[in-house]
């Protein structure tokens, strides 16, 4: 197993409306003990003050080499990370988002040392957790948005925090703006990515964490919970459509018991059975709302309940819409 003594990294970081979290995020890159070539920021044109947060702290740190390409109009996430990739002068790529932030000063070298130990590795995989003390910062609706994440640390490839080898990135295509391209396409670009990255080499797990800041502003609505719940259903739909038969059991069984419980409720001699399901999924998909007082004494705790169970069948519409109806928006 030949090793690799040093690698020079890009790290691919996009904006979009993220001048709450933005400046940390460049912060804990800052931070990182092992050392960056260059950081390249891909703002999706952005109407915030993201941009000047980010021009600020360039100014502020001339040591580190920080490149910003500020877009004429809002792109998907794919199509930024396949710029940012083809701009990149390191050999190594690290997407990044601008809604994350790093725990430790050594979160970097975690996600490289697979490299180091092992040049056959040609793409690594980072720790994605959402901290209570970031949950318990959330507003009312937010915090049921992610109560099921908060708390837990979750093994995946999801762009926000992970490496790959720039040439092999290339060679299959980069992130696949045909299927995941529409300005308001966001996921699945990561589950199709390190899809077609296994079949081309070894994919690497590492110990390197990111935290998941999401929006830490004070203005997220049940409007915000609905989007984020269509946007979500479209990439898992759009993911089953195309990689459906290369996903895992756990992948599908994850992606595929919402619309399973929903049915049940349709089906002769399982409604009961379904409507029971329903009612106890109601309460357990959200336990922490349930479980801490902030929330509890909350007014609006009463409309969880039936918003699950609303959702479940809004969400198995918007993903099976999409994966029987090819969307060409872009």
Same mark, same amino acid.
């Given at each position: 197993m030949?090793k690799?003594?040093k690698?020079?990294?890009s790290?691919?970081?996009?904006v979009?409306?993220?001048?709450t ?7 804990s ?5 092992y ?17 000047? @947060?980010?021009?600020?702290f ?8 920080? /490149? ?22 390191g050999?190594?790529l690290v ?8 725990p430790?000063?050594?979160e970097? /070298?975690k ?8 040049? #056959?590795?040609i793409? %690594?995989?980072?720790?994605? @957790?959402?901290?209570?003390?970031? =949950?318990?910062?959330?507003? +009312? =609706? ?5 109560? #099921?994440?908060?708390?837990?640390? @979750? ?17 299959? $295509? ?6 995941f ?6 996921? $699945?670009?990561d ?6 990255? /296994? ?6 797990s590492? !110990? ?10 004070s ?9 984020? !719940? =269509? ?9 089953l459509?195309?990689? $459906? ?11 595929? %018991? !919402?619309p399973?419980?929903g049915?049940?409720?349709?089906i002769?001699y ?7 399901l ?8 959200? /336990?922490?709302m +349930?479980?801490?007082?902030? %929330?509890?004494?909350n ?22 819409? %999409? +994966?029987?109806?090819?969307?060409k928006?872009?």
């Amino acid at each position: 197993m030949q090793k690799i003594e040093k690698i020079e990294i890009s790290v691919v970081m996009l904006v979009y409306n993220s001048e709450t979290t933005v400046l940390e995020s460049l912060e804990s890159i800052k931070k990182q003990d092992y050392e960056v070539k260059e950081i390249i920021v891909i703002d999706n044109h952005s109407t915030d003050n993201s941009v000047k @947060i980010v021009e600020d702290f360039k100014k502020k740190n001339k040591n580190l080499e920080i /490149r910003i390409i500020k877009r004429e109009k809002t792109y998907a996430v794919s199509a930024s990370y396949n710029l940012g990739a083809k701009l990149a002068r390191g050999d190594y790529l690290v997407t990044y988002h601008s809604d994350s932030s790093l725990p430790t000063n050594q979160e970097l /070298r975690k996600l490289i040392l697979p490299f180091l130990e092992d040049s #056959s590795v040609i793409a %690594t995989g980072s720790i994605t @957790i959402l901290p209570e003390d970031i =949950w318990n910062k959330y507003g +009312f =609706w937010q915090k049921y948005v992610y109560a #099921s994440a908060a708390g837990k640390e @979750i093994a995946s490839g999801n762009c926000k925090f992970d490496c790959y080898k720039k040439d092999v990135f290339l060679k299959i $295509g980069g992130c696949d703006e045909i299927n995941f391209g529409g300005k308001d396409q966001v996921g $699945g670009e990561d589950a199709d990515l390190h899809i077609r990255l /296994r079949k081309v080499g070894k994919v690497a797990s590492s !110990k390197g964490k990111v935290i998941h800041l999401h929006y830490m502003g004070s203005n997220y609505s049940l409007r915000d919970v609905v989007k984020n !719940k =269509w946007r979500l259903s479209r990439a898992y739909g759009r993911v089953l459509r195309i990689r $459906g038969k290369d996903l895992s059991a756990n992948a599908l069984l994850i992606l595929l %018991t !919402k619309p399973a419980l929903g049915a049940l409720l349709f089906i002769p001699y399982l409604h009961v059975f379904g409507i029971a399901l329903l009612i106890v999924y109601s309460f357990v998909y959200s /336990r922490k709302m +349930f479980v801490t007082p902030s %929330t509890l004494m909350n007014p609006r705790i009463l409309v969880v309940p039936l918003l699950n169970i609303i959702l479940i069948y809004y969400e198995t519409f918007c993903m099976m819409r %999409t +994966f029987f109806v090819i969307n060409k928006d872009k």
